[in-house]
Nanobody, 125 residues
Framework: QVQLVESGGGLVQAGDSLRLSCAAS????????MGWFRQAPGKEREFVAA????????AYADSVKGRFTISRDSTKSTVYLQMNSLKPEDTAIYYC??????????????????WGQGTQVTVSS
């Protein structure tokens, strides 16, 4: 069973930047698409960004497009979320997730089968 450990969250001001990291255990990191999701208080969890197993294809929610960048480092088995121009509405717990099936592009949230514990991001106005 893979373990995903997020880090990098914190309290920042609007306009600031943060970089989240998600370290994955196991030897098959390079075979799976990875994603970032977030859940704000009182709201459902929502998709933020995803990256395929080779790192050459990405997808973003409209709300973060142009501000957030997802990337991965196969040598460190880590996926990153660079967040720039942060807004108060970006405040949420951010979760890292791994696709259930190797070499597939996840179509929905249910295609992600492994989740981290989350890291809190708070953006003050």
């Amino acid at each position: 069973q893979v373990q995903l450990v997020e880090s990098g969250g914190g309290l920042v001001q609007a306009g600031d930047s943060l970089r989240l990291s998600c370290a994955a255990s196991g030897r098959t990191f390079n075979n799976y698409a990875m994603g970032w999701f977030r859940q704000a208080p009182g709201k459902e969890r929502e998709f933020v960004a995803a990256i395929n197993w080779s790192g050459d294809s990405t997808a973003y929610a409209d709300s973060v497009k142009g501000r957030f960048t997802i990337s991965r480092d196969s040598t460190k088995s880590t996926v990153y979320l660079q967040m720039n121009s942060l807004k108060p509405e970006d405040t949420a717990i951010y979760y890292c997730a791994r696709d259930r099936i190797m070499f597939m592009w996840p179509a929905t949230e249910t295609d992600f089968g492994s989740w981290g514990q989350g890291t809190q991001v708070t953006v003050s106005s």
